[in-house]
């Protein structure tokens, strides 16, 4: 039986809410090319009000631990690691599954194990604990040609460059921590192009298979 490739992508808790002038998608229009949420101050404080705690910004050290975390969690979930990329908001990867494994469940395992990753190496957030919004994307990646397009597009997001060692890789995060975090947040724009529910994360919601 042949590998599926996958493209998956999920947000960081709170960085991007309905309602934000950057476009997402709901459960409502959660359809291939359908609509996405129109702009709304008033959706966009609700959403805000009901945070459990600060909107989750990975930090650069973050960012790379991710990287190089994330083709162990392919090994362990059995598929194929391709690539990812992690941005301060949200995070990409490109693997390969057998057929009969959906994307959504293989998006759900990498938050699950991520969020695990993430709380022993730099401890368990406030609140309900959620590192990521619920939801996300995961589509499935039919040709080569799609499959050259969309592997370019993650490296080139990557923090650290594909075969970087990794003393090297976090030695240069540490030396450029401090000048990130003074600088601020970056605002990736329009590179999360298709999210679903990029909503705040129900308490327990990560250990839950939502299909």
Known sequence: MGLTAWHITFGTYGARLHGDPRLTVDRVRNEFNGPYVEPSAARHALAKAALTHPPVRLSRI????????????????????DTCACARDHAHTLLRADAVTHGKRIRHWLKRWLT????????????????WAEGGSNRVVHDDDYLRTVTEYIDAQRTVRRGAGDVAAVAEAEEEECEEEEIGPTRPGSLLRRETDIGPTRPGSLGRFRP
């Open 62 to 81: 973050q960012r790379v631990f991710l990287e190089q975390t994330i083709p162990a969690m392919c090994i362990r979930g059995g598929w194929r690691y």
């Open 116 to 131: 695990e990753a993430l709380d022993r190496e730099f401890g368990r957030r406030p609140g309900d604990g959620a590192w």
